[in-house]
């Protein structure tokens, strides 16, 4: 089986930093992505980490450990446009293609 | 490219009648996805094809559902017959091994 826990709301100011965190639990891994989906949007996606450490992508960072089954999404500069839900994702085992999704995170950025 | 395209947007229907969702994935992709979603239990994954074969479908809730993808351009979700509880956005999702999937627009189910 497989599942993912990630906070289901965070508050920032507008300019800040904030960090998502996501926790999995699997019987296989192969990475974890990240989605954003604005209300009545569909998910877009953001990163994939197959591997250990940050990758980097503008104002928006992932981070992976595999050892501690963790990852996080780090976003700088914080805009208005930010406000959305973040959805860590990751397949259970069998390789890439069935990916289950957390039940994300609503992010609320604040003037 | 127009990106993964779904239709309709918006569907009212009443229990008891057969519901059709429409999806055309990315030109080159090989997976293709049907997702449900609520606010009770988030993003599920309903079934996933690859070259158009069906691969798993333990996602599926019952056998109201099916899903067909008679081809690389096309593919369809079932439900029949549709229930209040079917009330949920169905994505369609396409992508490649190894890259990040795209997402259609969703269609809104409401069951009345």
């Known amino acids: 089986g497989q599942s993912l826990e990630q906070p289901s709301e965070v508050t920032a100011v507008e300019g800040a930093i904030v960090q998502i965190n996501c926790t999995y639990q699997?019987?296989?891994?192969?990475?974890l992505s990240w989605y954003q989906q604005h209300d009545g949007g569909a998910p877009t996606f953001l990163s994939y980490?197959?591997?250990?450490g940050l990758e980097e992508t503008g104002r928006f960072s992932s981070f992976l450990s595999r050892s501690d089954s963790y990852g996080y999404l780090l976003l700088q500069e914080l805009q208005m446009k930010d406000s959305a839900s973040y959805f860590c994702?990751?397949?259970?085992?069998?390789?890439?293609?069935?990916?289950?999704f957390g039940i994300g995170t609503k992010l609320q950025v604040i003037p | 490219d127009a990106g993964v395209i779904q239709s309709p947007r918006h569907e009212v229907t009443e229990m008891g009648q057969e519901v059709t969702l429409r999806c055309k994935p990315i030109s080159g992709h090989d997976y293709l996805f049907w997702y449900r979603q609520t606010m009770m239990r988030g993003l599920e994954l309903l079934i996933y094809f690859n070259n158009n074969v069906p691969i798993d479908d333990s996602g599926m809730p019952e056998d109201r559902f099916s899903a067909k993808m008679p081809n690389a351009s096309f593919s369809t979700l079932k439900i029949q017959p549709s229930e209040p509880r079917d009330s949920a956005v169905y994505f369609c999702?396409?992508?490649?091994?190894?890259?990040?999937?795209?997402f259609g627009s969703g269609t809104r189910l409401t069951v009345v």
């Open positions: 999702a396409s992508g490649r091994a190894g890259y990040g999937y795209t």
């Open positions: 980490n197959a591997l250990d």
């Open positions: 699997t019987s296989g891994f192969y990475g």
């Open positions: 994702a990751a397949p259970p085992e069998g390789g890439y293609q069935k990916v289950t």
